[in-house]
């Protein structure tokens, strides 16, 4: 059964830090893994999907690595702002239809 | 244009009470789900259609249920709330199996509050 971890659960930092939130799972046999973001009250925000056979893809500001083998990716933030600020999600879609989610990195921003 | 809408935002209702959220994509998506999101913030899954097709039912009570007249519609009925059942219920969608991404689009969520 596929169980998907963050670490840390919350994390606070200064405005400009670079700063890295991750994520693992259990069981290798993923189709992707999508990285979101939620604001308080709202939605979640697609920002990264990453397909099984890739390593990496970058949206601006953000990175975001796939390391099947070992079961974890990481969601690189740089020169965080205080727009970053929100709850950050890592979601694992298995062969079948299923996503399963992590318990989400909760991220305040310093102005 | 809203990709994944859900109606109504809010609601707040009665113990007993039964309730309905809709659910609308316009994507051209074949794939739908419920989710629920609890007071800690952890989404579990708890429904996907694939054409109409009900495709995951997971540990459910059989108080709620699916109905997805069409593959752009996905409505969640739920019967005779509990107090339990406060939650924001996401409904996503995603493209057919084989295409490319099978990224997850989420609706906005909607807030249910039984008294």
């Known amino acids: 059964k596929q169980e998907v971890t963050q670490i840390p659960a919350a994390l606070s930092v200064p405005e400009g830090e670079n700063l890295v939130l991750n994520c693992s799972f259990t069981?290798?046999?993923?189709?992707?893994l999508q990285w979101f973001r939620q604001d308080p009250g709202k939605g979640l925000t697609s920002l990264l999907l990453?397909?099984?056979?890739?390593r990496e893809q970058t949206s601006g500001r953000l990175n975001a690595s796939l390391d099947k083998s070992s079961g974890r990716s990481t969601l690189y933030i740089a020169a965080s702002q205080p727009g970053d600020s929100a709850t950050y999600l890592c979601?694992?879609?298995?062969?079948?239809?299923?996503?399963?989610f992590g318990a989400g990195t909760r991220l305040f921003v310093k102005a | 244009d809203t990709a994944v809408s859900q109606t109504p935002k809010y609601l707040v209702t009665q113990m007993g009470n039964d309730k309905s959220i809709k659910c609308e994509q316009n994507?051209?998506?074949?794939?739908m789900y419920w989710y629920k999101q609890d007071s800690k913030k952890f989404l579990k899954i708890m429904f996907s259609?694939?054409?109409?097709?009900?495709?995951i039912n997971e540990t459910v009570p059989n108080r709620f249920s699916p109905k997805s007249p069409d593959k752009a519609h996905l409505n969640l009925h739920i019967n005779s709330l509990e107090l339990g059942d406060s939650a924001v219920y996401f409904c996503?969608?995603?493209?057919?199996?084989?295409?490319?991404?099978?990224?997850?689009?989420f609706g906005e969520g909607s807030r249910l509050t039984v008294l």
């Open positions: 996503a969608s995603s493209p057919p199996r084989g295409e490319v991404t099978g990224e997850l689009f």
């Open positions: 069981d290798s046999a993923i189709y992707n």
């Open positions: 990453i397909q099984s056979s890739q």
């Open positions: 979601a694992v879609k298995t062969g079948g239809f299923k996503t399963i």
């Open positions: 994507l051209g998506h074949d794939t």
């Open positions: 259609y694939n054409n109409k097709e009900l495709i």
